[in-house]
């Protein structure tokens, strides 16, 4: 809507928003491609592009079955960190003992290595999907926590005021402004989260698994199937780019009064 | 602009003395408990404050102005003193009271008619008959076909006067603004202030109204109270003789100099150039 139109097809193609990321992206492989030329790197080191594109040939149905219990793992575990991230972020913001209590502890445990602890669920919970999503939870709630306790905080005093002046509850206060002002902060949170998800499930793919795009990594890493394992990383970005396109769409739909969506959420005269 | 004939309409009676006391305040101190021990912010004061009547609050920086707007909006407990409206102790935020701050803290997510609706969804009041009035409200405010705007759509003085209306939409009989127009540029301020004046005579709100400029206080007030520098208490009182409603012609007037002077003269005197 914003762009001029142009009255020669190939120049409105070429100025389309979604033109320019792919633009780039050929220019990367092209790169990709005459570099392992030029230098002869050996196949077993990196790939060309073509043997990438082969590898999607052959292994594509097997990649896009993997990708299946890997995108539900990463989805269980993005919801349970909005779900237990969010109202934590309430429970810290809300209150100073809580937040006394809790949030050093939480950037304490922050600090360990997920990868390290991964083999514990394992232990723990056996080779299903569990250990996965636990692993794509502990890597997910940690921005959502920290940009929802943000943006709960950062009320005004002159709005608190405004409404303790005209006797708001707890909750009405919580439900028309807390909540409605913190939520540009969380979808910040929630689209972090949600690319840091599928890292997780991977790691808990990684190391106790015998399904899921992490499994085939291994494997494919372990068999010297470098062409399968970029495509398979391909596939990852691919999950990864949808969620956190997904999540967007529903930022727009639900804060479109936010300064960052307003260029195209209302035609002003 | 339109008489808001929408808002209930206090009789003026003949004269101030003729009405009743609607705010009593006495012996009203405030003390803040910080990390650096006790810092005294208001001195123990008397004030009444009559119906209907318009008093501004001028003093220098910091000198518990706003704070004792929040202790008549029951927003903070007093640390020695007492509030009477109508003769009842002020222990939480009043119903009768409406307030505008210094920024218009209309909340971005509601267009400009659902957040002068607000007070009224929030304390569950009749949502069909207020409608009229914020719509009627809107209009006196000259935002009519700013409905359904958003606040960023609107410049600072448009915001500000639909906070203005958000104060007046449960009709209450006291008013209480700080600094309401202290962001706003000089010309802008000038139209709020004849505005506000009308709006006030009109309706007979009773206003308390805290402010940092000399001529936007005598403009507007029945009575100036003048506060000392902190911790703040009261300097002196000064009775406004100018008729009403007023016009802006009127700040040029020998009465308004000689008052404009006066008060002026507090602050150069503390060695206070606010």
């Known amino acids: ?269 | 602009m339109a008489r808001p004939n929408t808002l209930r309409v206090i009789a003026r009676n003949e004269g101030p003395s003729a009405r009743r006391r609607l705010i009593d305040i006495r012996g009203l101190a405030k003390t803040y408990r910080t990390r650096d021990g006790e810092v005294p912010s208001l001195k123990p004061m008397d004030l009444d404050i009559t119906e209907g009547e318009f008093i501004c609050v001028v003093g220098p920086s910091g000198c518990g102005k706003s704070t004792l707007l929040k202790l008549v909006a029951g927003l903070i407990p007093a640390s020695a003193g007492e509030i009477l409206i109508d003769g009842k102790a002020v222990t939480e935020p009043p119903d009768d009271v409406g307030i505008v701050f210094q920024s218009p803290v209309l909340l971005a997510w509601r267009t400009v008619l659902r957040n002068v609706m607000l007070p009224v969804e929030v304390r569950r009041l009749d949502r069909a008959s207020h409608l009229e009035r914020a719509r009627q409200l809107l209009k006196t405010a000259g935002l009519n076909g700013f409905e359904n705007k958003y606040p960023w759509q609107l410049s600072g003085g448009m915001q500000q006067r639909a906070a203005i209306c958000r104060a007046l939409v449960h009709d209450p009989k006291i008013v209480l603004m700080d600094e309401p127009f202290g962001a706003l540029d000089a010309m802008t301020r000038e139209k709020m202030n004849l505005e506000l004046q009308r709006i006030q005579y009109e309706t007979g709100k009773t206003i308390m109204l805290i402010t940092h400029s000399i001529p936007e206080a005598i403009f507007l007030a029945d009575r100036v109270v003048v506060m000392t520098d902190r911790p703040g208490s009261v300097a002196a009182i000064y009775d406004v003789p100018l008729p009403r409603p007023r016009a802006l012609d009127m700040m040029a007037s020998p009465v308004f100099a000689e008052l404009a002077k006066t008060i002026r003269g507090h602050f150069y005197a503390q060695g206070h150039l606010d």
Request: proline residues 7%; hydrophobic residues 60%.
């Open chain 1, 1 to 269: 809507m914003a762009s001029p139109r142009h009255r020669n097809p190939v120049l409105a193609v070429i100025d389309a928003p979604w033109a320019r990321p792919v633009g780039l992206l050929v220019i990367l492989i092209a790169i990709w491609d005459l570099s392992v030329r030029i230098f002869q790197i050996p196949a077993y080191l990196i790939p060309t592009p073509w043997d990438v594109m082969l590898a999607f040939r052959n292994d594509g149905a097997m990649l896009a079955r993997e990708a299946v219990p890997t995108t539900i793992a990463t989805l269980a575990g993005f919801a349970l960190s909005a779900a237990i991230g969010i109202p934590l972020a309430m429970l810290i913001a809300g209150s100073r003992t809580i937040e006394a209590y809790l949030y050093p502890l939480l950037v304490f445990s922050q600090s360990i290595p997920k990868v390290a602890i991964a083999p514990l669920f394992v232990v723990w919970f056996g080779f299903g999907i569990v250990p996965k999503v636990i692993s794509a939870f502990l890597l997910g709630v940690f921005p959502v926590v920290v940009a929802g306790v943000q943006g709960f905080k950062s009320v005004e005093a002159d709005m608190r005021d405004l409404a303790r002046s005209m006797k708001a509850s707890r909750l009405q206060t919580f439900a028309m402004v807390s909540l409605p002002h913190a939520m540009p902060a969380i979808f910040a949170g929630l689209k972090v989260s949600v690319t840091l998800a599928v890292v997780g499930a991977v790691v808990g793919e990684f190391v106790g698994s015998n399904s899921g795009l992490g499994f085939v990594l291994q494997r494919s890493i372990g068999n010297f199937e470098l062409p399968t394992m970029f495509a398979a990383l391909i596939v990852l970005a691919l999950i990864g780019v949808v969620l956190f396109w997904v999540i967007d769409l529903v930022e727009r739909l639900i804060v479109p009064w936010h300064a960052s969506q307003r260029h195209d959420a209302f035609v002003t005269v």
